[in-house]
């Protein structure tokens, strides 16, 4: 059974930093692009980071330099660390496979607020 459990979430002030993990069980793991996700309340899920296969990354335009994305295949997890946190970074955070999506797991809740 396809399993995508995200945690790490919380409430932070503005400027500080949290560590979300991944955890995938039942789908193929190491031979994908695994990327992380947000969405927002009355907005579309965007596509946060990726990382590849060969552990090369990408960032949306807004995290470039806060945060970054790392996986470890032989636990099946991809980690995202985000530093610098903004308000604007409040949203529900989801990982999944960035071709063949599987079905979403229920995500974590980051809110930034003072």
């Not at 995508?4 to 919380?10: C, D, F, I, P, R």
């Not at 039942?26 to 992380?36: E, N, V």
């Amino acid at each position: 059974q396809v399993h995508l459990v995200e945690s790490g979430g919380g409430l932070v002030q503005p400027g500080g930093s949290l560590k979300l993990s991944c955890v995938a069980s039942g789908i193929q793991f190491s031979g994908y692009t695994m990327a992380w996700y947000r969405q927002a309340p009355g907005k579309q899920r965007e596509l946060v980071a990726e990382v590849t296969t060969g552990g090369s990354t990408n960032y949306g335009d807004s995290v470039k330099g806060r945060f970054t994305i790392f996986r470890d295949n032989g636990k099946m997890t991809v980690y995202l660390q985000m530093d610098n946190l903004r308000p604007e970074d409040t949203a529900v955070y989801y990982c999944n496979r960035r071709r063949l999506a599987v079905s979403w797991g229920q995500g974590t809740q980051v809110t930034v607020s003072s």
